[in-house]
């Protein structure tokens, strides 16, 4: 047989059982890399650094040339958006995100068309990591979805999302005009990026936990197939990840509703879950990342167990959450031994 | 045909559907209630106020007396078997619980039939509460599964668990060591609770959620079948509902291998998947807190969505969550009046 010209992650993403999974790791440019800090240290502003596309193409190839991953992803925030639509966001040193009052939902839906050209530096800054790439490897776009994103504007920063699940029960119309405004805009937001050079776009809805079912229809199902409609309606034909963390009792479901090509599945993931999901299309997932920096036999163990469990469908090897700033890096490159065999 | 001689909570757990559900709420007895803030300040102490037996059983029969409840639940704390043990446990006034340094496991280990003395109140407030309870109300005994309490006993308080779990990755003999003094202390409480007079006992382990598969297996189902194997031994022989909460993923799994009468669902927990269990077992679930709270018609349309989901099988309305002190007691009369009519 002729050997795919398609780089593994994408063929996976097709379809496609490899026989080693492709690999990356979610918040691979970040923290735990020393080149990373170094960066980081001349941009004192975290969301001036995001739109800074130089430095952030940087970060973003950092961890390829150290790592045999088959991915970059772009380096860049999920609460752009909700500045891009006007409303304050700024980070405290040593804390998460703070976000001023929010803005009417007149004043944020006249907003959409400005809040994609305001964030054209995340457009120039895959371009410049889509010709610095090898061929070789995958790029990936991403953002955050509109319930993740929404709760954040609505309690003012990270929480629980009592707030926010409050104001869906007691503002239902308000609640739905937000998700369509955010669904609009990110729907947008995707294209521009497969414009400027995204293969693969990724839809992180973070906080997916907890959600009754009838929120989860009307809070992710419903936004998440707005955003990818609007997407094809838009041309784009780059392959979507979805990632409804914290919510594998409803993964079938997603997937009957959500026409992702395939579904990140988080630290919770039961491996026959995985098994009936990769028999429609691919999975990605779920090393736990405190495992990835506790390291020794329990850490090897645990990754030949999911390529194991795991391998033997469309499978994209990944964490389930986010790298831990303090992770060493000889995890992360034992561990990509274990995996690709490098 | 003749009616049972058994409570209707009784019932259900025995497998019967029943033409309107029992149903009580989890924290029924707290802060929403002017009559427990009344008590409650009398005793300035929360861990001496749950010793207090007599204070205790009051408070227990409050909700009983406004509201229609099938069944009450013993007031006491997940974090009395902790101090009973020898650690340092207390509450700052606003702020969550606050645990001193962990003993040494041999320390904990000697304490076991100690410990079981040591909470000998609790028995004497269910004694209380079933002499001046209403015989056709049900009353339940709980004590937190070994996970959730370990936790918070490696943490020293509220947290997001990650410390708990590294320690379960990096010392797992020392963890699985906890988890066994855990598991049989647990079982010696909850037995004396049975003997005091509880019909019914429930396994909080509020936090479920987040854990890959061996550590669920390991840390949650593992515990839970030794507590209910030891009960068995112990001559207990009361049903039990188990709460894995945030793991609705890993339900059926749980019946699979936890001898439970009742699986208790939380606030995200599908339709569908509670209808597949029922097929097993009894279900208790799954009204969001902030939706009861909340109001409105929203409240009423999802009571009943959840009676015409669940009522066709062996079901007890209960919230997901506990109750928010917040919550307005007109709202939980409407909720009341819906389900059972009164």
């Known amino acids: ?79 752009l958006i909700p500045g891009a639509l006007g409303q304050k966001v700024w980070f405290e040193a040593g804390e998460g995100p703070r976000l001023g009052e929010l803005p009417s939902l007149d004043s944020m839906a006249g907003e959409i068309d400005a809040s994609t050209a305001r964030l054209s530096a995340i457009g120039d800054t895959l371009s410049l990591v889509r010709a610095r790439l090898d061929p070789e490897k995958t790029l990936i776009g991403f953002a955050g979805a509109p319930w993740t994103v929404g709760s954040y504007m609505i309690e003012g920063g990270s929480s629980d999302r009592s707030r926010a699940r409050t104001f869906a029960y007691e503002q239902p119309e308000a609640m739905d005009r937000l998700m369509d405004i955010l669904a609009e805009s990110t729907a947008r ?24 079912e009838d929120l989860f ?55 026959a879950l995985g098994q009936s999901l990769q028999k429609r299309k ?25 390529l194991r469990q795991w391998g033997g469908g469309p499978y994209i090897f990944n964490l389930g959450h986010g790298i831990l700033p303090d992770t060493p890096i000889a995890h992360v490159e034992a561990v990509l031994r274990q995996v690709t065999g490098k």
């Open 282 to 306: 691919a999975i990605q997932g779920a090393l736990d990342p405190l495992l990835l920096r506790a390291g020794g036999p329990g850490l090897e163990r645990r990754v030949d167990e999911l």
């Open 189 to 212: 937001y995707l294209a521009m990026q497969a414009e400027a050079g995204a293969q693969v776009l990724k839809i992180f809805e973070s906080w997916a936990e907890g959600l009754p």
């Open 217 to 271: 229809h009307r809070l992710v199902i419903k936004p998440h197939v707005k955003i990818i409609t609007r997407l094809r309606e838009l041309g784009v034909t780059a392959p979507v990840i979805g990632f409804p963390r914290g919510a594998a009792a409803y993964a079938e479901t997603y997937l009957d509703q959500v026409d992702v090509d395939c579904i990140a599945l988080d630290t919770a993931a039961p491996a």
């Open 1 to 79: 047989m002729n050997p795919s010209p398609l780089p593994a992650l994408l063929r996976v993403l097709a379809g496609e059982t490899l026989e080693r999974p492709p690999v990356w790791f979610m918040r691979q440019a970040g923290r735990y890399l020393p080149e990373y800090r170094a960066v980081r240290a001349t941009a004192p502003d975290f969301i001036a650094f995001c739109h800074d596309s130089e430095k952030a193409a940087e970060v973003t190839l950092q961890p390829l040339r150290r790592f045999p991953f088959d991915a970059a992803i772009v380096f860049a925030d999920i609460l």
